[in-house]
Structures are given as structure tokens and as C-alpha cells.
């Protein structure tokens, strides 16, 4: 059964600092891997969706990479801003099902001005 | 365009009433999702419908009622509902060829049943 693991929970860190965010999943076998970010009671923005086949994909000062051998994805947020502030959710879909996602629980990023 | 709407962004409701909440989209996806989503949790899966036939169900209690009226369109009735039912209720569409591609969700309507 596949599971999604977000470390850490919660981050905070400076502004214009560089950052990583962690998703680590336990089969490799994925169709594909979606990052998501959701502010406060709000619904979730999809960033950047990842296939199998890719090893990353980048949307201006987001980077997302996927490590299939290793279990692991990471979300790299360039010179941070506080209008990033926001958790951060990955999600996978595996090849057994075409609606299912597995959900991480999220990491919660604060950047301090 | 990627926006996915929903109404209404709030809603309040007594346990003997009935509501309803509305989801558009114009993306020409033919895959459209109900998702419910508690305080610090990722969302929950509820239903999904392709090309506007039920296609999941997962176990929600009868007194969610899912509609899919056309293809850019998605309803859930809402009947009897219990306050533990207080929540985030998203919506999502997606394609359905190519593995049902990437989800684009909706702002959502935040649900207290009193």
C-alpha cells in the first residue's frame, strides 16, 4: 500500500532564503506526482505535476524533482518570499487506479519577513 | 483557463435542512471529483464522475447526494447532514485520457452544520 511521507511538518526560514521541501513515498511504481500548495481555508493550487517517465519540472522559482529508485520528490522554492507562505502538499498517482491520489500531509511554510 | 469555481465560499446549515453546492468548469475536462477536506488533513476523495456517470463512490453516506447535470457542471445535495460533516468541500476537474492528467481544484465552500 502506498504511503506519502511530508518532513518537516512545519518550516519556517528567513526571506530570500533558498529552500527544500521533502516528499518520500514507499512504491516507486507512480504514474505521476503532483505538488500542491493551499493557503489558509482555501482550496489548493496545483503547481507542478511530475511524470514518471521526467526527473523534474520547473515553473519560475519552483523546481520539482523526482527520484523514483530512491522513494523520493523534492519542491525547490527559489529566494523565498513571504507570499510563499502557505503548506505544501504532494500527492501520487499510482498505475492501479486513474482518480486516486495519495496524499502527503503537507508541509507548512512560513517565510518571515 | 484553469479555474474551477464554486458556490457558495460559505455555508451554514441546520441538520434538517437541505443545501446544495455548485462546481463549474470550462476546461473541457470530462473528469470532475468531490473531495472533503478536515482542519490540518489532506483531502478526502468522495466521488468521481467521468463523462458524467458515476464512476466512485467511496463510501460516502447516502445523505451526500452527487449530481453531474453536464459536463462542466457538478453538484452535491446536502440532506440530514451531521455536524461532524463541517468541513472544506473541494471540487476538481481533470482530463480523463492520458491517466486522468493533473487535477485542478476550486476555492472550495467551507460547510458548518449547526
Known amino acids: 500500500k502506498q504511503e506519502v511521507t511530508q518532513i518537516p511538518a512545519a518550516l519556517s526560514v528567513p526571506e530570500g532564503e533558498n529552500l527544500v521541501l521533502n516528499c518520500s513515498f514507499t512504491?516507486?511504481?507512480?504514474?505521476?506526482l503532483q505538488w500542491f500548495r493551499q493557503d489558509p481555508g482555501k482550496g489548493l493550487t496545483s503547481l507542478l505535476l511530475i511524470q514518471s517517465s521526467q526527473r523534474e519540472q520547473t515553473s519560475g522559482r519552483l523546481n520539482a524533482s523526482l527520484d523514483k529508485s530512491s522513494g523520493r520528490s523534492t519542491l525547490y522554492i527559489a529566494a523565498s518570499q513571504p507570499g510563499d507562505s502557505a503548506t505544501y502538499l504532494c500527492a501520487v498517482k499510482g498505475w492501479d487506479s486513474n482518480y486516486q491520489l495519495i496524499w502527503g500531509a503537507g508541509t507548512k511554510l512560513i517565510i518571515k519577513p | 483557463d484553469t479555474e474551477v469555481t464554486q458556490t457558495p465560499k460559505h455555508l451554514v446549515m441546520g441538520m434538517t435542512n437541505k443545501k446544495s453546492l455548485k462546481c463549474e468548469q470550462h476546461?473541457?475536462?470530462?473528469?470532475m471529483y468531490w473531495y472533503k477536506q478536515k482542519a490540518k488533513k489532506p483531502p478526502e476523495l468522495m466521488f468521481v464522475y467521468s463523462y458524467e456517470k458515476l464512476s466512485i463512490n467511496e463510501s460516502v453516506p447516502s445523505r451526500f447526494s452527487p449530481e453531474c447535470p453536464n459536463s462542466s457542471l457538478l453538484n452535491l445535495h446536502l440532506h440530514a447532514l451531521q455536524p461532524e460533516d463541517s468541513a472544506l468541500y473541494l471540487c476538481a476537474s481533470s482530463q480523463v485520457d492520458q491517466g486522468y492528467g493533473e487535477q485542478y481544484f476550486g476555492p472550495g465552500t467551507r460547510l458548518t452544520v449547526t
Open positions: 476546461m473541457g475536462h470530462r473528469a
Open positions: 512504491d516507486s511504481a507512480i504514474y505521476n
